[in-house]
C-alpha cells in the first residue's frame, strides 16, 4: 500500500510530529523531575494521538487499497483473508 492522497500525507506527517513533540516534551519532563501524574497525562495523550493517526491510516487503507484490489479479489477466499488483515491491523492498533 502507498499513499497516493497528498493532503492526507501531509496530515498525518503533521500528526506525528505533534507526536513527537510530545513524546519530547515526556522526555523533558522526566528530566525535570516533574510530577508523574502529569507525565502519566501526558503519555495518555500520546498514546490518544497515536491511535487516532492509526485509525485514520486503517481507513485510509480499507478506503482505497481494498476498494482498488476488490476487482483482483474474485474468489471468496481472497476477499476474506484481505478483511482479515484488516481487522487484524484494527486490532493492533487498539
Known sequence: MKLENEELKQKLAQRLRRVGGQV?????????????????QQLSAVQAALQGFGRVLIEEY????????ESELTDRHKREQALRELVSMMNKVN
Do not use: K, N, W
Open 24 to 40: 519530547r516534551g515526556i522526555e523533558t519532563m522526566l528530566q525535570e523531575g516533574r510530577d508523574c501524574r502529569e507525565i502519566v
Open 62 to 69: 480499507a478506503v482505497e487499497c481494498l476498494l482498488e484490489q
